[in-house]
Each structure stands twice: as structure tokens, then as C-alpha cells.
């Protein structure tokens, strides 16, 4: 008889020893998992995000008046017109770390998020009891294929409160215990005010209360929690939603957006994945993994496939929704994967915890590491957007109604204080103008008679836009500025107006 068998607490004893040790390993490894997305984001340091400046702007005017706009107050083309800032609270946060730290404040808020998401990843993939080795894998696969998002959006909060919640959920289904759910209407206070990509939290839910109806009146197997708890939650979920600024006019905004098939055709980031690049192969990969861990279970889980559908025509439909389907494959195929365990599955209680900590503080020290400073930030800024034209126009205090394109509409609301003709507010501009600015951009034959150009007193355009080229032919504007990247036109007030008329309008012609 082995010395094992005689003495059971002698192996107990030298496993636990050997867990010991092997804990410091834990931590260094995911120390590096959880902040290697945030050095690859401080490598390629970039704030030229077309939308961030608007959110900013927003939030500014929020501190300003002490209160939120109900109209929009930033653009010719929408003046008076219903508006809410629905993401309010982002708009602060970026705001206020803008304020402290400069251009290095909107890295620092994408780098931060990004180290939130890798833990949240890990964590939902090592609670299903995954191994470490798969576990990190998975979470590094998981979170690598979303790099075309790591931008300073506000869809970064949602990519992490749908993790969060994900992971409450599965953990609730596992064991039957509903502690954590009550937890989630807080998250949705948080979530409705900082991004309208709750609504795709609420459908996850509705998701489970389907299938505790499901397993009340035909299969009890599929879920232990109940159905009145589960429509309880999601009840308290979709109430808390209602505490914002704007109450039950957030859901309304949520469906305007998502009707909008318009702009979804037209914007590259809401186009379908064009499969031009690894990451979306990698979407693909985790879906079919999902896929596969579904169909080698033992018993069908009504939740995972319907949640896996729904994560499919998201993700599919729109390539700046394809976390969804990422979060969703990743914890399918962990759960899947859950039996595969090993001796390294044990993991010391405070290894993440500890690990996040270090994390975040590597993470820090990364920006020394990497240079990342506001002067070289600004110099590529300035290569990307409009930042000279902007200081021309502001050093000359040029006023009046500004005609500009639409990637350039958030940066100039922000930058010369000037209602804009055009702007990423895709809720707000509607299919018809932004097809109008389009084709007045690219030169259409009627591009004289585009009623926002008619009334604008000043231009700001690329130097490459083909109105560009017809504007500076035009003897009804003037070009005041030019360097390689942007155009500035004033339109010219001819010697024989008053000049308290204002300027002469643009005769509308086919621009030939």
C-alpha cells in the first residue's frame, strides 16, 4: 500500500504547497493578460475619434447651464429640435478627464476601460471553472478580436456592464441562487445614463424570463431560477432605466436609432463585416466554437442558443456590435469547456484580485513607457483632423453659419464654437441629410442648391473633397485658408451690398 494511502493529509498537504507556489506565477500571468490590450492601445496612442469631441462638447454645455439640453443647441441644421443626451454621464467622465490630463485623458479613459473589459472577460470565463491556461487564452481571443472598438466611445461601458451582467446571469443559472441578480438594477442605473446599448442588456434579460416561462410550463431542467424571480429582475431592470434625465424618452431614442437603416448602410463602423481583416475571421472562429460547445452538450439550454441567435443578427447586422457576439461565444465556450479541468484549474483566492491591482498600475506606468505625452497626441491630431483650419478660424474670430462635411462635424462643434452643418449625431441628422451632405460633398450636379451650403458664410472642408475643388472656382467664396490637410472658404460680399444685408445668397445651379 502506497504511503499516499496512508497518510491522505501528507498529499493534501504537498498539493497545497504546490498550489502556494504556484500563486505568484498566477499573478504575473494575469498581471500580463489583463494589460497587455492597454499597451497595445498606449502603443498606438490615437484621440482621433470622430465622435468624442461632440460628446465633450455635450457634456461642457451640461456644466455650463447646470442642466441638460431637451433641443439641440450645436448645429444650423437641427436648431430647436428635439435633442437628449443620452449619454450624459460619459460625456462627463471624457470631459473631466480632458480637463486633468489633457488629449492624455482621453487615452487614459480607453486604456482604463480596456483593462476593466479584460478583467471582466477572465472573469466570466474562470468562473465557469475553465482552466487557467484555456481560461487566458480565451480571454486574450475574446478580447483581442474587438480591437477595431478600442476607441474613446461610450460603447466601451457597454461592452463591460454586458460582461458583468452575462456573468451574473450564468452564475445565477448555475447554482440557483438569485442574490446576485439584485444586484443588476444598480448596473442599469449606471448603464442607461453612460451608453443606449442597454437595450441590448434588457434583451438578455427578457432572453432568461423566456426561459423561465419555458421551463415553468414545460421543462423545469432548463433553468433553477424561477419565473417570478426572473421577471421580478427584469422588471427592477427596466424600471431602473428610467432613472435619467430624460425618463422614458430613452427608450424612445433607442428605437430611432436602431430604425435608422439609412445611416447603417452608410457608416463603415454600422456596416455588416466586410472580412477584410483577421479580427472578423476571429469573430467568426469564437461563433463556430460556441457553436460546437452547444451542440457537443449533454442537454439543449434554450437560454444559450436563443442568446447565441440573438448575439448572431447583432453582430452580423453591424461590425460595431460584434462584442456582443464575442462576450457570448466566449462564456459558451468556457462553459463548454468547464469539464476539460486540470490541476492548474485551482487558482489562490486573491491571484486576480491582486493581479487587477498590479494591472492597473503597470498599466499607468505604460505611458512613460510608450511616450505617450499631449504634445505628440496633438501632432497626430493635427494630422488627421482639421486642427489648424479650426485655430485659423478661432484666431481670426471668423463667425456665421459653417458648412462642413460629416466626419468633421463633432471635432469643429468642438474646436470654433460654431453651429455645425453636420455631425455624428446619427439619431438627430436622419437619413435624408446625411445623403444630402454626402452628395453635396462629392460634387452632384445640384450641389449649389444644398440648403444648408445656400445659407453658410464659411466652409471647411478636405482639400481633396471635390466641392472642394468646385468652391474654389466659385467667385461667390473666397479661400482663406489652406494647408494639407483642410480648406477654410469665406463667402465674399460683393462692393455694391450693404453689408447689414448680409451676404448674397449662392445662386442655385448645376455647378457646371
Not at 470622430?50 to 465633450?56: C, G, N, P, R
Not at 442588456?201 to 431560477?225: K, M, N
Request: overall charge neutral; glycine content about 8%; some cysteine.
Amino acid at each position: 500500500m502506497s504511503s499516499a494511502s496512508i497518510h491522505p493529509e501528507a498529499d493534501t498537504g504537498t498539493a497545497k504547497l504546490r498550489l502556494s507556489q504556484r500563486a505568484p506565477w498566477q499573478v504575473l500571468v494575469l498581471t500580463a493578460v489583463y494589460v497587455l490590450p492597454a499597451f497595445l492601445c498606449l502603443r498606438h496612442a490615437w484621440v482621433g475619434d470622430l465622435d468624442i469631441w461632440w460628446h465633450m462638447k455635450a457634456g461642457q454645455w451640461i456644466l455650463h447651464h447646470n442642466a441638460f439640453p431637451y433641443s439641440d443647441p450645436f448645429s444650423s441644421y437641427a436648431a430647436g429640435k428635439t435633442w437628449i443626451a443620452y449619454s450624459w454621464l460619459f460625456d462627463l467622465i471624457v470631459l473631466k478627464a480632458y480637463g486633468w490630463l489633457g488629449l492624455n485623458g482621453v487615452v487614459a479613459y480607453t486604456a482604463g476601460m480596456l483593462v476593466a473589459i479584460t478583467m471582466a472577460y477572465h472573469r466570466l470565463i474562470r468562473r465557469a471553472g475553465i482552466g487557467l491556461t484555456p481560461g487566458v487564452l480565451l480571454t486574450l481571443a475574446a478580447v483581442l478580436c474587438i480591437a477595431p472598438l478600442w476607441t474613446a466611445r461610450s460603447w466601451m461601458f457597454s461592452i463591460l456592464l454586458f460582461t458583468v451582467q452575462l456573468d451574473v446571469l450564468v452564475q445565477a443559472r448555475r447554482s440557483g441562487g438569485t442574490r446576485e441578480l439584485w444586484c443588476l438594477p444598480a448596473i442599469y442605473v449606471l448603464w442607461a445614463n453612460v451608453h443606449i446599448q442597454f437595450i441590448d442588456g434588457l434583451v438578455v434579460l427578457a432572453i432568461a424570463v423566456l426561459e423561465a416561462a419555458f421551463a415553468y410550463w414545460w421543462d423545469r431542467s432548463q433553468t433553477p431560477i424561477g419565473f417570478g424571480r426572473t421577471a421580478g429582475v427584469f422588471a427592477a431592470c427596466a424600471g431602473a432605466v428610467l432613472v435619467n434625465p430624460y425618463g422614458f424618452g430613452i427608450y424612445t431614442t433607442a428605437y430611432g436609432l436602431a430604425s435608422q437603416q439609412g445611416v447603417l448602410n452608410s457608416l463603415v463602423e454600422l456596416r455588416a463585416m466586410p472580412f477584410r481583416d483577421i479580427f472578423d475571421y476571429g469573430v467568426v472562429f469564437l461563433a463556430f466554437g460556441a457553436v460546437a460547445a452547444l451542440a457537443r452538450a449533454r442537454s439543449r439550454r434554450l437560454f444559450e442558443c436563443v442568446l447565441l441567435l440573438f448575439s448572431v443578427v447583432v453582430s452580423f447586422r453591424s461590425q460595431r456590435d460584434v462584442w456582443i457576439l464575442v462576450t457570448v461565444s466566449a462564456a459558451i465556450m468556457a462553459a463548454g469547456s468547464a469539464d476539460d479541468r486540470s490541476g492548474e484549474t485551482a487558482c489562490k483566492a486573491w491571484a486576480a484580485p491582486a493581479a487587477s491591482l498590479l494591472a492597473v498600475i503597470v498599466a499607468i506606468l505604460g505611458f512613460a513607457a510608450f511616450h505617450v505625452n499631449n504634445g505628440r497626441l496633438a501632432k497626430k491630431l493635427g494630422e488627421t483632423l482639421p486642427v489648424h483650419a479650426a485655430e485659423f478660424v478661432r484666431t481670426n474670430n471668423i463667425q456665421g453659419s459653417l458648412f462642413n462635411n460629416y466626419d468633421w462635424g463633432g471635432y469643429l462643434m468642438w474646436s470654433t464654437d460654431l453651429p455645425v452643418s453636420i455631425d455624428g449625431r446619427a439619431e438627430l441628422v436622419g437619413d435624408g441629410l446625411f445623403h444630402q451632405s454626402a452628395a453635396t460633398w462629392a460634387g452632384a450636379p445640384d450641389w449649389a442648391c444644398d440648403p444648408q451650403l445656400q445659407k453658410a458664410q464659411l466652409v471647411i472642408g478636405p482639400v481633396t473633397a471635390p466641392l472642394t475643388q468646385l468652391l474654389r472656382l466659385n467667385s461667390h467664396f473666397k479661400l482663406a485658408y489652406e494647408d494639407k490637410l483642410a480648406a477654410v472658404f469665406v463667402v465674399q460680399v460683393p462692393s455694391s451690398t450693404d453689408p447689414a444685408d448680409g451676404p448674397v445668397p449662392l445662386p442655385c445651379t448645376s455647378g457646371r
